[in-house]
């Protein structure tokens, strides 16, 4: 075989991977990444530590965990399970409003309150998507259902505004409280 040949030639791999485990080719970074699949219960974890960072307590987290997994099939698929979470997130958060906040409102305000708080809640809950399960900017704007510019934009907002709030409560705190 001649040194053009050669150089023509080109390389497969024949891998036999294990089930559930999916390889993907970047042709922009020129290079093979393995992920493996997670099931629902894989993803058991991160479901409970985004609710409890997503409502401070655990009671609720729990229920915000039974409620998500009461209402997936044992098959979804990793980006399905996030966005029930979502869903039964923002229904918990619809539920305890109604409850707390008197009957008589006027519709336009109820509908600007309800966005806001939705809103603050999905930047709140992209920032939680990207670190804690360490999803990709493309997944977490499948899952909040808003454009991928706009997900990068909130993510960004929402790191911000998570570190102006701990340097304001480390700020708060007595010096003795780091020792």
Not at 13 to 39: C, H, Q, S, W
Not at 49 to 61: I, P, V
Not at 107 to 126: N, P, W, Y
Not at 161 to 176: I, V
Request: glycine residues 4%; contains cysteine.
């Amino acid at each position: 075989m001649s040194q053009s040949e050669k150089s023509s030639e080109k390389k497969c791999f024949d891998i036999d991977l294990p089930t559930g485990v999916e390889v993907t080719f970047n042709p922009i970074r020129v290079a093979a990444m393995i992920r493996k699949k997670r099931t629902p219960i894989d993803l058991m974890d991160d479901i409970y530590s985004l609710a409890y960072w997503m409502t401070g307590s655990e009671k609720t987290a729990n229920e915000l965990v039974y409620s998500t997994y009461l209402n997936i099939e044992s098959n979804a698929p990793e980006r399905e399970v996030f966005k029930t979470f979502r869903t039964c997130f923002l229904h918990s958060m619809d539920e305890s409003i109604s409850v707390c906040e008197p009957v008589l409102l006027v519709k336009r305000k109820e509908f600007q309150g309800v966005s806001l708080r939705q809103r603050i809640a999905d930047i709140k809950l992209s920032v939680l998507l990207s670190e804690i399960p360490g999803l990709k900017h493309r997944d977490i704007s499948k899952i909040i259902g808003k454009p991928l510019d706009t997900i990068r934009l909130e993510l960004s907002k929402g790191r911000q505004s998570l570190a102006n709030s701990m340097l304001s409560l480390e700020s708060t705190l007595p010096a003795t409280h780091f020792n």
